[in-house]
């Protein structure tokens, strides 16, 4: 698949909100500020395609991007989360949208989860993986920001969150990224081209 076809398409609230349940998507998930928008962004070649660095607060939307209009392939951007600024009240509604769209999405191939490579797993992380977990959906996680790392402790991070997530191995594949140096592009989009593929 060509990911730099992709273009915005629509935004939903809610999952009733959301375009058709039809074709074949992937989303991207990820604690706010771990680089969900740069490592869209990236795999997309495109500089502003899911904006980075929102505003903590803002109203969370799903953001749908088509890869071509007749493919009926979609990359859907999830709502960042985990700002502690946010009222508990908004946090748990959010909450609530994430785990509606992940358990009734029929067209939903594959879970793409962003870490930063310096605090993988988070309790936010665990919980995606644990909604995942519950449909058999397969996770691929990217530990990204690779590049603030040497490079033998990026390996031993990356080590580490599989030996974690060891009981998951059938559904769950951990690689490093970096949207900075355009470093696990091509593993990742291999991933993405399994599960939007047929
Ligand atoms: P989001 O909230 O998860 O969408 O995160 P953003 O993509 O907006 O990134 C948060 C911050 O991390 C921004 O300041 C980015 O420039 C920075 N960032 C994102 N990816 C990378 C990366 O691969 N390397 C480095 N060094 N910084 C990154």
């Known amino acids: 698949l060509n990911y730099q076809t992709a273009r915005f398409l629509t935004s939903a609230p809610t999952l009733a909100q959301c375009p058709p349940d039809e074709g074949r998507e992937v989303a991207f998930a990820g604690r706010s500020n771990a680089g969900k928008s740069s490592a869209i962004n990236t795999l997309t070649q495109q500089k ?9 607060g803002r109203t969370q939307l799903i953001n749908f991007f088509s890869l071509g209009e007749e493919t009926g392939r979609r990359l859907v951007d999830l709502p960042g989360y985990g700002f502690a600024k946010v009222p508990e009240k908004v946090k748990l509604e959010w909450q609530r949208h994430l785990g509606e769209y ?20 988070t309790e936010f992380d665990q919980m995606m993986l644990g909604w995942a977990d519950e449909q058999s959906m397969p996770v691929h996680i ?28 059938d559904l769950v594949s951990v690689q490093l990224f970096s949207a900075l140096k355009r470093e696990g592009v091509e593993e990742a989009r291999v991933r993405l081209d399994g599960w939007l593929a047929e």
């Open 48 to 56: 502003a395609l899911a904006r980075t660095s929102k505003t903590p």
């Open 142 to 169: 990217l530990l990204t920001k690779a590049d603030k790392l040497k490079s033998g402790a990026a390996k031993s991070a990356l080590l580490q969150v599989r030996r974690r997530l060891q009981e998951w191995e």
């Open 102 to 121: 992940l358990r009734g999405r029929a067209c939903l191939a594959g879970l793409v989860l962003v870490m930063d490579v310096r605090h993988p797993l």
